[in-house]
């Protein structure tokens, strides 16, 4: 890649990027608002907005040099994450019959 | 990496007197600071076979004390006493916790300091690149990087046996409260463990980023995915169990660190009594959450340590049947199904800890399913056997005794892959006898196979067929003897981690126990264990001897074999191949019809 | 002996050999921080009512952490930016601002790391709980340090509000009692079940968190110290290969942002939730 040549294409990813970083400020505003708001379900939903926007900015961003093999990992890696976390609760909520905590 | 910014300048200055002074870095660049793979993979060969010695040195010493507990142990017992004090090894007789310290570090040592660092880190590091046309992996600094993190990581642990109080006593799983509460001292053998465990986690962090970029960015030009030797695909996917499994561990030996040395409760529960007094800490943890990241890593690990073997049976059997791999899609798909089901399944190591009937039927319902690719494999490796005009030498000797000991070690899991069968078998013997025989005569005897079949490439000389064979039958005898009575005491309820052997539960006239044909299996399993010992002298002379005495070998592909790793000059000089390397065939082209000769390289147009 | 595809991408897979590597590298402490994080999720989960400490830490200080880090994503992304244009002064200019970033979030995280080792819960034997500091602010006291040290009476300065509990009355003896939650009691130390700075001992919840922040901490605290080696003696690298100079601050880069993903994630985990 000649640097001097795709200075459009690095343009257009740097505006890019500004925007993924004013999403994020606006979004940890409302995060910390909606806290000293004292409206918990409100805080959850940003915080939830705030990754969300924060992981598909990032991802659509770095698609620039970014390929299947990576993808299929990143895949695989959210999966077992998922269910790291999804299968140990479980386990802690499925409690035999009786049991007494 | 770095070789690039310091090889680049010598491109330009061109002389070949620059190039030859770059090749010729003395002794410490040579053998000890070497970022060549195949360097870094005989490190990593020797030290992981020098760490087996001594797990296994470790496991003779425990079969005495379950054979006769409470005696003076023979030659070695006063040499205990003077290395770990009267505490642990008085007058020569193994203490409890000497047992128990033992036995921790030989569950330690033989999974992360001899098996994988032998299947993953020698044959990953020496053949995998050659395997793949690559002048070397893709990282060369990072790899010297990641054998010295693995040896300080095993020098940590080594030097934890000489702490007072001696070394981890809660068993390689260093379940908790016990670990934590386990020794009174404030810096002690587990902290030691967790600080060792952290080393050998980034060593394989480093290691199998390495192999999977190497695999993915490095193959000769013409070496598409599906014309990879089955090995490769298994060092593949070996190496993103690693990458995905470990870290879980490393979270949670970072917060049983804080337990143990900042008091705090992660893992232990509201109302933990310690020797009758209630413990000094907050409470509000949960003893189940280290089980369950534990065993998030363990249970992939089992697959870390089954398929680099499966990889080296697979290519040892193509070589010397003369045919393609039956089935060679399926495999590759079969171990994909494998890594990937590996993740899912762990929590059938946990039905004793009350958990629900909902998430058990979940996992024994995995546990279940993953079986299925397993089985594919072990077929497909058998089928590739049938109308070959097999070549019985050392490797294949070793390579054949893989399939049906994994088998015996697979099937034997069923049982205790069912919740309603485990409640019977867990932690006994049993247990004991079902994962010893998928690893011991399944994975150590591939990497045997292994070690007898690259030898040549490594070093020019083939290892003794002789004493090859009376080490493969020796072996083979007293691996059976040695595990298969355990499937018996098992059933009959025998527990494991006991340093007396079950003595404690022995059957008397008034009280139901152990019968005394169970218990006197001690003994015998214990005689096994050590003959078996014995069967590996010839072993450790065969290979330094066969270093500068054995046969020299005529040509740089002794076995006939159709991978890269046979098509460059013996031993491979650093670069590993003369000229460009295009690859035009799949891996397997044994005995072609209309041909001269029974092999077709992978090199060859 | 080059390896190859280390400066330039690899025509069929697109990427050269230090992204996968990073990308690889980045797969696996999702998963370490993902480890962390189910901890967090299950430790709450089967926290007993009164015993998940919340409102402890200080949220304009968090937010103002938060800033910092993701601007400094923004200078990093510059820095990277002004390589390709073979802006050698812009990218110095830049990646020296990440740098300060870097040294302002480990001075912030380490003043709070100070307030929390100088700030207390009370565990009386009548089952009254207080929170609040000691008077001369000791570091790490616990119930141990009250029978070392022999003393028997323990000034404390009780904050307005328990976490748990409400507001803290004024107990007696207390001097002051009723000027805006600032007063002062002399609690015997017979009377003291249990005495803990919030530290990992004090409960699952800090324990968690110092193990989480610090290993955050760690992190920015090593990318940190690899791009301050591209600013200070690795700068010669753009002169010998700029190409590979170029590459190896991306993937420090790549690094740098998924440090700064992480404590998104954090930072409303901790202080909010």
Known sequence: ?101 | MEAVAHAAPHHHTGGHGHEHHHHDPGFWRTYVFSTDHKVVGIQYGVTALLFMLLGFSLMMLMRWSIAYPGQVIPVVGPLLENIFGTDMAARGIMSADLYNSFGAMHGTIMVFLAVVPLATGAFGNYVMPLQIGAPDMAFPRLNMASYHLYFWGGLVLLASFFLPGGSAKSGWTSYSPLATFADGHLINGQTFWIMGMALLITSSLLGSVNIITTIIQMRAPGLTWMRLPFFVWAQFVTAFLLLLAFPPLEAAAFMQLSDNLFGSSVFLPTGLVINGQPAAVSGGGNPLLWQHLFWFLAHPEVYVLILPAMGIVGEIIANNTRKPLWGYKTLVYAVFALGFLSFIVWAHHMYLTGMGTSISTFFQTTTMLISIPSVIILTCLLMSLWGGSIRFNTPMLFALAFLPMFAVGGLTGLPLGFSFSDMHLHDTYYVIAHFHYVVAPGTIFALFAGVYFWFPKATGRMMNEFWGRVHFWLSLIFMNALFLPMFQQGMAGMLRRMYNGGATYAATDTEVGLPASILHLNVNISHAAWFLGIAQIPFIINFFWSIRHGQKVTSDNPWHATTLDWQTPTPPPHGNFIGEVAVHRGPYDYSLPGQQSDFAPQNKA | MDIPYSATPRPDTGLYNAKVGMWLFLASEVMLFGGLFSAYVLLRAGSETGTWPHGLLKVWLGTLNTGVLITSSITVVMAWASLKLGNLAAFKKYMAATLICAAVFLGIKSTEYRDKFTHYEVWLTNGQRMTGHIEGSPWLWNTQTLAAKKIDKLAFLPDANHYALGPIAAAHGAEGAGQGGHFKVEIAVAEIKRLSAFTPAHSPYFAIYFTMTALHALHVLGGALVLAWFLGPGVGGWKKNPELFTNRVEVSGLFWHFVDLVWIVLFPTLYLF
């Open chain 1, 1 to 101: 890649m000649n640097p001097k040549t795709d200075e459009q294409a690095l343009k257009k990813y740097l505006r890019g990027y500004f925007i993924l970083f004013g999403v994020q400020v606006l979004g940890i505003g409302l995060v910390v608002g909606a806290h000293q708001a004292h409206m918990p379900g409100m805080t959850i939903g940003a915080t939830m907005a705030l990754l969300v926007a924060s992981v598909f900015g990032g991802f659509i961003l770095h698609q620039v040099g970014r390929k299947s093999a990576l993808n299929a990992t990143f895949l695989i890696t959210a999966f077992l994450l998922m269910m790291l976390m999804l299968l140990t609760l479980v386990a802690f909520y499925d409690k035999p019959l009786g049991t007494i905590r």
